[in-house]
């Protein structure tokens, strides 16, 4: 009887302590989301698809890298790079092969204290005029990056650009992109978890009920 009632206890209190434990970690990638997001909303206007592209993805993270700390208080992000770096820092920076580098045909850039879930960032912070909804559906598009960064504390930052090459011709990364160090954010088509997009670590009490569950474990 004893040992029933031992494993029923055991088995409650692993029951209420599975979905913090689960729920405490963010998984995929955001970034990518929203390059789904983008494609179904080009499908609902029987537009085409767009490439996922990691090259122009890791361009985005560049790109607004480079704009953190330039968000105004209206959630614009107040930062224009010179054309001149996207073949001379972004593009290195990533490892895009050069002979590769194709056009870019826009981008959209925004920001925002809090981070947003990838359908709230693509309704309030990307697509939130006619002029970004214009660029979205843009017919002379065919590829597409997406790229998300951000500290805890925020703020963060979305960027998309847009390019018209075609599917592994263009903005190609060396290596498939195994050379790159990414440490902060993520970009869309990288299979690396987005590091600062959304906090990671697991909240104190988790760690602290767990210590118990563990406890309990033994003294039974």
């Known amino acids: 009887m004893s040992n029933n009632f031992n494993f029923f206890l055991l088995h409650f209190l692993f029951s209420l302590l599975l979905p913090p434990l689960v729920f405490s970690h963010t998984h995929g990638n955001p970034a990518s989301e929203i390059v789904d997001i983008i494609n179904k909303n080009r499908t609902d206007q029987k537009l085409p698809n767009l490439n996922d592209t990691p090259g122009l993805g890791c361009m985005a993270l560049q790109y607004i890298e480079l704009c953190k700390g330039n968000c105004t208080d209206n959630n614009v992000v107040n930062c224009k790079p010179p054309e001149d770096d996207f073949t001379e820092v972004f593009a290195p920076n990533c490892g895009v092969e050069l002979p590769t580098f194709g056009t870019i045909t826009g981008h959209i850039v925004g920001c925002q204290k809090n981070y947003l879930e990838p359908s709230l960032a693509f309704s309030r912070i990307l697509i939130k005029d006619k002029r970004s909804l214009s660029l979205l559906r843009n ?19 979305w960027c998309v650009l847009f390019g018209n090459g075609k599917a592994n011709t263009t903005f190609v990364l060396e290596n498939r992109g195994a050379g790159i160090k990414q440490k902060q954010g993520c970009y869309s088509g990288s299979n690396t978890p987005c590091s600062e997009g959304k906090k990671h670590d697991v909240p104190f009490f988790n760690l602290f009920m767990f210590y118990v569950f563990i406890l309990l474990f033994k003294l039974l």
Do not use: N, T, Y
């Open 139 to 157: 017919k002379s598009h065919s590829e597409v990056g997406v790229g998300l960064v951000g500290a805890h504390k925020g703020p963060f930052f």
